[in-house]
């Protein structure tokens, strides 16, 4: 069962992936983008260097994407496959662009598979505020506040555009309330 585990910066994802792996020992725990050889080059260029064309930045996650799936995704579809971020990411960061277009792009690379359940934790206005000020930040949190909440949209807009079971879960409640809401959504 492939699981992708969404939300904004600060959500806590990075959290929630370290307290599941406790929990389901056997999983494979992946990332997006960056984790295989390829996409960790690709993940600097996308954090540090400055990116004019939207096509461009687009399309460096799209072959994250199809690298990560080849090597990562595809070969372990019959385990429990866990996920930070995926393809509803890649479609919701692509701001601007036909969604029939992202969506036909990114079933390319993924060779039509779809996460069977995606979790969204969603953060409001006020702890992202503090979580960011409790950080340096990246090229995306330098976006700003209005940015990432409107993308937090998005990524909600996208999970329910593609039919992805799902469950939203607010972000600032304590971590185990996340993690017990989590375990319960997967083993339904």
């Not at 954090?47 to 199809?66: G, N, P, Q, V, Y």
């Not at 996920?83 to 919701?92: E, H, K, Q």
């Not at 779809?114 to 340096?136: F, H, M």
Request: aromatic share 8%; hydrophobic share 45%.
């Amino acid at each position: 069962m492939y699981i992708a585990l969404e939300g904004i910066d600060t959500a806590g994802k990075s959290t929630q992936i370290t307290l599941l792996k406790e929990i389901f020992k056997n999983a494979i725990f992946t990332f997006e983008p960056g984790a295989t050889p390829l996409g960790q080059q690709i993940r600097e260029i996308l954090l540090t260097t400055e990116i004019l064309s939207s096509k461009a930045e687009m399309l460096l996650f799209l072959a994250d994407r199809a690298e990560h799936y080849a090597s990562v995704i595809a070969p372990n579809v019959d385990k429990l496959l866990i996920s930070d971020r995926s393809l509803i990411s890649g479609i919701a960061y692509a701001k601007g662009f036909d969604f029939q277009l992202l969506e036909s792009f990114n079933a390319f690379v993924m060779d039509n598979m779809l996460p069977n359940k995606a979790i969204l934790l969603e953060v409001d206005k006020q702890t992202l505020e503090y979580r960011l000020s409790q950080k340096g930040k990246d090229k995306i949190e330098q976006r700003g506040i209005a940015y990432l909440l409107e993308l937090q949209e998005r990524l909600k807009e996208t999970m329910l555009h593609l039919n992805v079971e799902s469950l939203s879960i607010n972000a600032s409640l304590p971590r185990d309330s996340i993690t017990t809401q989590i375990v319960e959504f997967i083993n339904s």
